[in-house]
């Protein structure tokens, strides 16, 4: 699916009939763009972006279940990629994209007899549906202290990890998977579906709550990075991009920072902090505690980014440049690095942090959903930041299309200011969460939580 979206976005650029002609800026001549044009577009955005939200993070949990620790990063799309669509063309540019899947499918599909293939077990959500509408229909059911009258599965139906056992959190959910007449077959087996559930179906449920606060704080994470990863292109634009007599930087690669940085201190973090907190405090620090970690780092992101935004505004008036829309401020795109190498060392306490958390703490039957966590958080942080953006501009004079003659310096103080509010209600949620699947952990698993 993602092949098939690349290889329309390939025909946008390649085939004349498919993409817009060429216009000068302000002529009343130019032709509009026609629907075929607009669909061919949207089409291959849509597939190229459902193929690869069907794929990335559902290959990540496959690796998860081959290996103890698998480790991935890749950089080409932020570097090279973008350079040819800089410097060449979009045509080969996404030619580029269409290899380099090309040769993944391959990898992928000559490996595939060696992998090892959970078997479907069905959809879970369908067995959350199930959990709520079952507590809903047995409102009036008294709620029994007693074992026996639970249901904990069938034997050769449900697996060994069936039978667990109620905590007493969310209580009003155990009414699920309490019998009463009529709810059992005469073999022991469900006979009404969506009036019995499983203990174990419960305190699934029971655990996807519990993490959803932790999840919501995620969310305002990601945020305000979307805001700035946009804002440091448009900065980009702005700025001295050339790096020696010969090299300009593409301002679209300028985020390429943020992952190199990533990479080198999830390595640094791995091999070094992470022992070196073992040696002083006995255990490694849990994944709650390098989301914090990643919290902080973001928030100092965010005033760094307004201190050097004020410095570049202050060069702007120094030199009048205020009212000329696309002229170069003498400004290095160097001083955007510090703001985004403090957002890569961010990412590489939080995001494994993280995807730690929600594999180890999901139910064995979301393992894939939970990798996807993080795909999630991120696609909705970017929608959010859109409408935060539009607000923005809507209630204040800040973001005019006009860089240099706005306030993203504000922007990025109200950004730090949130994201502190979003860190104490982390550290609300963070306090209040016990670990589930972790022992050891800060927070060990508590059966009455």
Not at 72 to 91: C, R
């Amino acid at each position: 699916m993602s092949l098939l979206g690349i290889v329309l976005l390939v025909l946008t650029t390649a085939l004349n009939s498919l993409k817009p002609q060429p216009c000068a800026t302000g002529s009343k001549l130019c032709q509009p763009t026609s629907a075929l044009q607009y669909a061919v577009l949207y089409t291959g955005i849509t597939l190229a972006s459902l193929g690869l939200g069907g794929t990335r993070y559902t290959l990540a949990t496959l690796g998860a279940n081959q290996f103890d620790k698998p480790k991935h990063q890749a950089m080409v799309a932020f570097t090279v990629i973008v350079y040819v669509e800089d410097n060449v063309s979009f045509k080969w540019g996404f030619g580029l994209c269409v290899i380099a899947n090309l040769i993944g499918m391959a990898i992928f599909f000559s490996g595939s007899r060696f992998y090892k293939f959970d078997k479907p077990q069905g959809s879970p959500f369908v067995g959350f549906g199930r959990v709520i509408v079952a507590s809903v229909r047995k409102t009036s059911l008294q709620l029994s202290t007693e074992r026996k009258d639970y249901y904990y599965g069938h034997d050769g139906v449900t697996n060994k990890v069936a039978a667990a056992t109620l905590s007493k959190s969310f209580r009003f959910l155990n009414r699920a998977a309490q019998k009463i007449e009529g709810d059992l077959k005469s073999d022991g087996s469900i006979a009404k579906p969506w009036s019995l559930c499983t203990t174990q179906q419960v305190e699934d449920f029971k655990t996807v709550l519990r993490i959803f606060p932790l999840w919501s704080t995620a969310l305002f994470l990601a945020t305000p990075k979307a805001i700035q990863s946009s804002m440091s292109v448009l900065q980009a634009l702005t700025m001295d991009r050339h790096i020696g007599p010969h090299f300009k930087m593409p301002s679209g690669s300028v985020i390429v920072i943020v992952l190199f940085s990533t990479s080198i201190f999830l390595t640094l973090i791995d091999r070094f902090l992470c022992p070196m907190w073992q040696k002083f405090t006995g255990q490694f620090p849990s994944p709650l505690q390098r989301v914090g970690v990643g919290h902080v780092l973001t928030i100092l992101s965010m005033a760094v980014s307004a201190v050097m935004e004020s410095k570049r505004l202050k060069i702007v008036q120094e030199h009048h440049l205020q009212d000329q829309p696309g002229t170069i401020v003498p400004m290095s795109i160097f001083w955007l690095f510090p703001q985004l190498v403090l957002v890569g060392i961010g990412e590489a306490f939080h995001f494994p942090g993280q995807v730690a958390l929600y594999y180890q703490e999901f139910p064995m039957s979301l393992r894939s959903t939970s990798t996807a966590m993080i795909s999630l958080i991120i696609g909705i942080a970017y929608y959010v930041s859109t409408g935060v953006v539009n607000m923005v501009q809507r209630v204040t004079g800040w973001l005019p299309n006009n860089l240099n003659n706005g306030k993203l310096d504000n922007v990025y103080w109200m950004l730090a200011v949130l994201g502190v509010i979003n860190f104490g209600y982390y550290l609300v949620c963070a306090k209040l969460y016990r670990y589930q699947n972790v022992k050891g952990a800060d927070g060990s698993p508590d059966p009455d939580s």
